[in-house]
């Protein structure tokens, strides 16, 4: 059982407040991941669950033990470093035994483990050479070497493959994934990468500006983001925001200068359940994911936006088509079969429960 | 340039520096090993085969050494500077390695200007503070004893050592340190096991530095030390009077000065090797 709770969670570095207040909950066996921007307080939470970093305030406790005064030493748990902090005095195999050693294990014992290690990783030839002598990706796996010798109660990453090169990354990011259910431990993993974060985890909890905005299922993150951040920052290429005004006089519609649009009765109690009391209009921000737009060369359906090409970005099988709605820009995931060039005046139409709508001023969804 | 012209005058720059450096030591040396008739026993003005000849092929004689070590007093001016130079780099390298560690790692209110003052103890020249220190050294009783010279090299050698150590220490990556506390050490034995074996280069480099300075100084032997604590800069400079110089023996102790020097910068070369930390992070 390893289960990890965080309570209450304050960072200030100074006057700088980096986490403010986060609770989570990572059930044994469970990779989370922790995801957000640079500066989003995501690796300070981890290195205070390493006990790298004192904690402000609040409580941490791992397998139901408070440790937030307990030393790193102490904690049982294995980090693997932004930087893979391979000890550079040391061969490949005393790195992935120090820790073992450090544990009095036995000769036989150590070298098992080491082998076995190095056998999942893949590196049993790398064993005699030191760290100045092996590839980022390679120096990668050891770091996770040295980390999957003992069998702490929790794994702790941080960024480990955000330096690979992309080919590298996404073969990683199965092979990370297939580590965690093979050795069934619980992973909290640092992350920048949402598609790294929405691949891997078992649950994911989005961070911005120290604050965590929304802890749930990849499904639902990617589905029912709690505000416009958490839309903003899933999904590739991102959700697509347009202000609008939502009004309910002639039939639920959002308004905007260059069109109008009706508003199915799903997402109607969806907005209603969310906000009971409203009547009249409200400012909101639509928010529809690229793929959720169709884009078509000729005028259909009465609900269809005009607009205007202004370029494509053809990805092999798929295309991005940046289309310009009066001010607005809007980006467009279709098929290589799209033909439109740039000022190709083209026809949007948006599948009507895949929107998403957010309060204009609190970003909170109204879904 | 023509690469093959670069690369004669370079040989040509480098071998007129080598000269230039090392004849003063061979005929130092040689000079050392010579009846005292015989160090200025000159060649003729155009003679270069008769001057290689009196450099290197000569009738040597310990008479010098003689005359200082067992029948002078320069085995114990010779101590001397070994105690001296030994205790002050004993003292001065591992203190200096612990500040240098708190002042890298250590959150220590006003860390930047206590590291300054270290530094700034330094910026004086040593004869500024001699005055000073000669009344400290007196009060305290210490004047023209062996601890008071240790003391004194000490005073001067812990700020340098302080100063060059926290330079190698802020260079070794804190992640490593933090691994070896996630894999399970705590705070010494991951300095002991970590970053020491990284920083073992500059230590060398500053235990060769300190060791220079103590044992090639002059001022604070003959000020601080005085009778008591004489070492060989001051007695060799005593071999000097209104009478005579014995230039023998000044050749000799020199050589007696620097051999223990080229020993350790041997000995410690090894050491020296750098690029230890290279290739441990990403990248």
Not at chain 1, 338 to 367: N, Y
Not at chain 2, 101 to 123: D, E, N, Q
Not at chain 2, 174 to 194: C, H, N, S
Request: glycine letters at 8%; one cysteine or more; charged letters at 20%.
């Amino acid at each position: 059982m390893a289960k990890v709770t965080i309570k209450n969670l304050y960072k200030r570095y100074g006057k700088v407040e980096a986490v403010k207040g986060i609770n989570l909950e990572c059930e044994d066996k469970e990779f989370l991941c922790l995801l957000g921007p640079s500066g989003c307080g995501k690796s300070s939470t981890l290195r205070m669950i390493a006990g790298l970093e004192d904690i402000t305030s609040g409580e941490i406790t791992i397998d139901g033990v408070r440790v937030n005064n307990i030393h790193p030493s102490k904690r049982d748990i294995a980090m693997v470093f932004e930087t893979y902090a391979l000890y550079p005095h040391k061969t490949v195999f005393k790195n992935m035994s120090y820790p073992l050693r450090i544990r009095k294990l036995s000769k036989s014992e150590i070298l098992t483990r080491v082998q076995r290690a190095a056998e999942i990783l893949e590196i049993t030839d790398l064993m005699d050479r030191y760290p100045r002598e092996l590839s980022g990706g390679q120096k990668q796996r050891v770091a996770i070497g040295r980390a999957i010798v003992r069998n702490p109660k929790v794994f702790l990453m941080d960024e480990p493959i955000s330096h690979l090169d992309a080919k590298l990354r996404a073969h990683m990011r199965g092979e990370l994934k297939h580590l965690q259910k093979e050795l069934s431990q619980t992973f909290i993993y640092v992350t920048h990468d949402q598609l790294e974060a929405m691949s891997m985890a078992d649950r994911i909890a989005v961070m911005n500006h120290g604050l965590l905005q929304q802890y749930d299922s990849p499904h639902n993150i990617f589905n029912q983001p709690a505000n416009q951040f958490v839309a903003g920052f899933v999904g590739d290429p991102p959700m697509n925001f347009i202000e609008c005004i939502l009004t309910v006089e002639d039939g639920w519609k959002l308004k905007h200068d260059e069109f109008e649009l009706s508003l199915e009765d799903k997402v109607q109690q969806k907005v209603q359940a969310q906000t009971p009391q409203f009547s009249g209009a409200l400012n909101v921000t639509l928010g529809i994911r690229p793929e959720s737009i169709t884009i078509k060369r000729e005028k259909t359906k009465p609900n269809e936006i005009a607009g205007q090409v202004y370029i494509t970005e053809p990805l092999g099988s798929d295309l991005i088509v940046d289309v310009t709605v009066g001010q607005e820009r809007l980006k467009i995931k279709t098929t290589s079969s799209f033909e439109g060039d740039r000022g190709a005046k083209v026809f949007l139409e948006m599948v009507p429960d895949k929107i998403h709508l957010f309060d204009a001023q609190t970003s909170k969804s109204l879904m | 340039m023509d690469p093959r012209l670069a690369k004669t005058l370079k040989i040509i720059a480098v071998t007129l520096f080598l000269l230039w450096t090392v004849i003063p030591i061979i005929f130092l040396v040689a000079s050392s090993f010579k009846a005292t008739g015989d160090i200025f026993d000159l060649p003729p003005v155009g003679d270069w085969v008769g001057m290689l000849k009196l450099l290197f092929f000569f009738k040597a004689s310990f008479t010098q050494f003689r005359n200082m070590f067992i029948e002078g007093p320069f085995f114990t001016y010779l101590g001397n500077s070994l105690l001296a130079t030994g205790l002050s780099v004993l003292i001065s390298v591992p203190l200096g390695l612990l500040a240098a560690y708190a002042l890298s790692r250590g959150r220590i209110p006003g860390k930047k200007h206590f590291y300054f003052w270290v530094i700034s103890t330094r910026m004086a020249p040593p004869v500024a503070v001699m005055v000073p220190l000669y009344v400290l050294w007196r009060s305290f009783h210490i004047l023209q004893t062996l601890p008071g010279l240790v003391l004194a090299y000490t005073t001067f050698n812990l700020p340098f050592s302080i100063w060059l150590l926290r330079g190698f220490m802020d260079s070794i990556p804190k992640e490593l340190e933090e691994a070896a506390y996630v894999d399970g050490r705590g705070r010494f034995r991951a300095f002991t096991d970590i970053v020491f074996p990284l920083i073992a280069p500059g230590v060398g480099a500053t235990v060769i530095l300190c060791s220079l300075m103590a044992w090639n100084d002059y001022l604070f032997a003959l000020i601080l030390g005085g009778r008591a604590a004489k070492t060989i800069p001051v007695g060799i400079s005593e071999l000097e009077s209104a009478t005579s110089i014995l230039w023998g023996q000044i050749m000799a102790g020199g050589t007696v000065l620097i051999i223990p020097m080229i020993i350790l910068g041997l000995v410690i070369k090894k050491f020296l090797v750098t690029g230890l930390t290279m290739g441990a992070m990403r990248g």
